[in-house]
């Protein structure tokens, strides 16, 4: 317990500071090695399936996304560089399976070459995907206000579900997946998530302006002009958050589950490996990115 409280404490604020202020490549470059390092991870977990997993191709294709996210994330409108993502990312999944399959090719055992390929796609779906999105989801009209919703409804979700299925969980939710996951920490978890939702969005123009006066943000990345926030979108949008990364964390555990082992690995003293710390938002990233891009378009840069 010290362990994993001692690790958060060191990495809340890097992370929020990386969020808030990092110029958009380095963000960029931050979120790629999160991302190689959890692929790795994953792959090393696939092998416990009896995949023979492919690594450098699976790296380099990864990193080559990252690459292009912080070479043409400067100069853009949210918009055109909206679009260009969309764009990449349709080519890259389109290609994926191609350029895997070519490489297993050469592998002796032909019975391998499916697997290993399966693997390195997933692994891009699974992870590369919603890291990507993260990194895109900077870049919007109060990128930085988003980025700070996800993060706190998703941490104070997984707080409470901790600590109240601890103390009070009788329901097992899914006791073959995650023996200790319960019902009443799954309610704790959308109650805490929701509000802290509430607050941000009632409190979003005084928490964007300390932000903006103590130079954590540019104006252009907190959420102004939003006085009345309309509570019925907020309320549904953080309830989605919270179940998709309540389902990521069990996506993640039934993962582990079928490999036999209990963390993803050991880089994090007291969480276990990247892949359980981000396990949650692998799932919330791609919820938050829709409504953000698709459903709340920035009329002004407020």
């Not at 592998?107 to 890291?131: C, K, V």
């Not at 939710?173 to 939702?197: C, D, F, Q, Y």
Request: aromatic content about 12%; proline content about 6%.
């Amino acid at each position: 317990m010290l362990k994993r409280i001692a690790t958060a404490v060191v990495l809340i604020p890097i992370v929020m500071l990386l969020v808030l202020r990092a110029p958009m490549p380095v963000l960029a470059v931050v979120a790629a090695a999160v991302t190689l390092i959890t692929v790795h991870e994953f792959l090393k977990l696939t092998e416990s399936y009896g995949v023979q997993p492919m690594r450098l191709p699976t790296y380099f294709f990864i990193g080559f996304l990252f690459l292009v996210l912080a070479v043409t994330s400067t100069g853009e409108t949210p918009q055109l560089y909206t679009l260009k993502f969309i764009v990449a990312i349709g080519f890259a999944c389109a290609i994926a399976p191609f350029i895997f399959l070519t490489i297993t090719m050469r592998r002796s055992q032909m019975s391998d070459a499916y697997p290993a390929a399966a693997a390195a796609i997933f692994a891009f779906a699974y992870i590369a995907l919603p890291m990507a999105m993260l990194v895109t989801l900077r870049e919007q009209i109060a990128g930085a206000f988003w980025l700070l919703y996800l993060l706190l409804v998703v941490w104070a979700g997984d707080i409470f579900a901790y600590f109240v299925g601890r103390s009070l969980g009788r329901h097992l939710m899914a006791p073959r997946i995650s023996p200790k996951k319960t019902w009443e920490g799954a309610a704790a978890s959308v109650a805490a998530s929701l509000l802290v939702g509430s607050l941000l969005f009632t409190y979003a123009l005084q928490i964007s302006s300390f932000l903006l006066r103590a130079r954590l943000i540019e104006r252009r990345d907190g959420l102004f002009g939003l006085e009345k926030p309309d509570w019925l979108p907020i309320v549904l949008l953080t309830i989605a958050v919270n179940i998709a990364a309540q389902l990521g964390d069990l996506v993640e555990s039934l993962i582990k589950r079928g490999a036999g082992v209990k963390d993803s690995g050991t880089i994090l003293p007291g969480h276990g490996g990247m892949l359980d710390r981000i396990d949650a938002l692998l799932f919330a990233a791609p919820v938050l990115w829709f409504y953000a891009v698709a459903l709340f378009p920035p009329a002004r840069p407020w």
